[in-house]
C-alpha cells in the first residue's frame, strides 16, 4: 500500500461512513459498475486518499500495464491498481474504492482494502456489479439489491443474499466485511447480454439511482438519462435491421412484462409518486427518512 495520510474517522458526524466499491472485470458487465462509480467521484468532487500496491495482487499477463506520453511527450506507466478517494457529500463521508478485480491473495487484497477502510471510519460497504442478463434493452434496467445484515433487510426493504455460486472479489468482499461486524449491501444491474460491449449508460444510470435512494443523498446525473435514452435508440436501430434480434427482444419483453405485472401495484404506484414529490420539492435532493 502506497503511504498516505488516512483521515480520522469523524465522531460527531450524524450520518455514518459508507464505502462504495466497484471492480473491473468479471463484476462489471458493460463497464456499468465502474462507470457509475467514476460518475459518484466525479460530481461529489472525490479526492484521493491511497492506493493498494498491484505487486502483489495482480498476474500483470493478465490485467497489463497501460503505457501513453504526456503532452511533453514524456512516457508513463499505468498500473492496474485499486485506488480509495473520500468525498464529503453533505454531512455525510463516501469512501470511494475502484479496482481492478485482483488475479491473487484476495483474502489479504480483502484485509488491506478494509484496514483502509477502518482507518476512515466505514461502518456500512456497499459493493456495485453489473452482470449479463437476458432482459430487454426497452425495459427498465432490473436491479438486485441484497445483505447479510438482517437490521439493514428490514430498513431498506431488502432481501437476503442467498446467491450459491461462483463469486467474484465483490462476494469475498462482502463475506469479509460482514466478519468485522460491518453492515453490507450488495448492488446488481442486470445488461443485456445482446448488447454486451461498453459503455451501458442506461445501466449505469439504474446504478447510480439505487445508490442515490439507498444513501439518501442526492446524485447529480449530469449527461446520463440523455446518454441512456440515446443508448437505447441506438440498440433499436440494430435491432430492426435483424428480424431474429427483434423477435428475441419481443420475446423478452413479453416475459419481462408478464413478470412484473405485480409489481403494477398501488403501493408500488404510490411510492415512487412520493419519491417524485420529494425530490421536487427538494430541488433534485431525496428527502425521505435517512437510510443508513
Known amino acids: 500500500m502506497t503511504d ?12 455514518q461512513t459508507v464505502l462504495l466499491a466497484a471492480f473491473e472485470g468479471w463484476n462489471d458487465a458493460g463497464s456499468a459498475a465502474t462507470s457509475a462509480l467514476t460518475h459518484l467521484a466525479e460530481v461529489w468532487g472525490a479526492e484521493k486518499v491511497t492506493e493498494l500496491d498491484p505487486e502483489e495482487f495482480h498476474d500483470f499477463q ?3 500495464p497501460y503505457i501513453s506520453l504526456d503532452d511533453d511527450g514524456k512516457r508513463s506507466i499505468t498500473w492496474p491498481t485499486t485506488s480509495v478517494s473520500v468525498a464529503q457529500v453533505g454531512e455525510r463521508k463516501v ?3 475502484h479496482g481492478v478485480e485482483p488475479s491473487m491473495r484476495w483474502r489479504k487484497y480483502c484485509e488491506e482494502l478494509l484496514q483502509v477502510a477502518d482507518d476512515l471510519g466505514v461502518r456500512t460497504v456497499i459493493t456495485l456489479g453489473a452482470l449479463l442478463a437476458d432482459v430487454p434493452h426497452t425495459r427498465p434496467i432490473p436491479m438486485t439489491a441484497t445483505s447479510d445484515s438482517v437490521g439493514l433487510q428490514a430498513v431498506l ?5 442467498t446467491y450459491q455460486g461462483p463469486t467474484g472479489i465483490v462476494g469475498v468482499l462482502q463475506h469479509e466485511a460482514a466478519q468485522r461486524d460491518l453492515q453490507s449491501v450488495s448492488l446488481w444491474a442486470a445488461v443485456p447480454h445482446y448488447v454486451a460491449n461498453p459503455p451501458s449508460p442506461k445501466a449505469t444510470l439504474a ?11 442526492s446524485v447529480p446525473m449530469g449527461e446520463l438519462p440523455d446518454d441512456a435514452a440515446a443508448w437505447q435508440h441506438g440498440v433499436d436501430e440494430l435491432a430492426s435491421e435483424d ?4 423477435e428475441y427482444v419481443a420475446q423478452l419483453e413479453e416475459a419481462k412484462d408478464t413478470a412484473e405485472l405485480p409489481e403494477a401495484s398501488g403501493d ?8 417524485y414529490l420529494r425530490r421536487r420539492d427538494t430541488g433534485g ?3 425521505g427518512p435517512e437510510k443508513l
Not at 428480424?243 to 427483434?246: A, G, L, M, Q, V
Open 4 to 15: 498516505a495520510h488516512h483521515e480520522q474517522p469523524d465522531q460527531a458526524s450524524p450520518r
Open 62 to 64: 493478465v490485467n497489463r
Open 95 to 97: 469512501v470511494l474504492v
Open 157 to 161: 426493504d431488502i432481501e437476503a443474499n
Open 207 to 217: 446504478i447510480l439511482t439505487r445508490v442515490e435512494e439507498i444513501l439518501g443523498e
Open 243 to 246: 428480424s431474429e434480434i427483434s
Open 268 to 275: 408500488a404506484i404510490a411510492r415512487e409518486f412520493e419519491r
Open 285 to 287: 435532493k431525496d428527502s
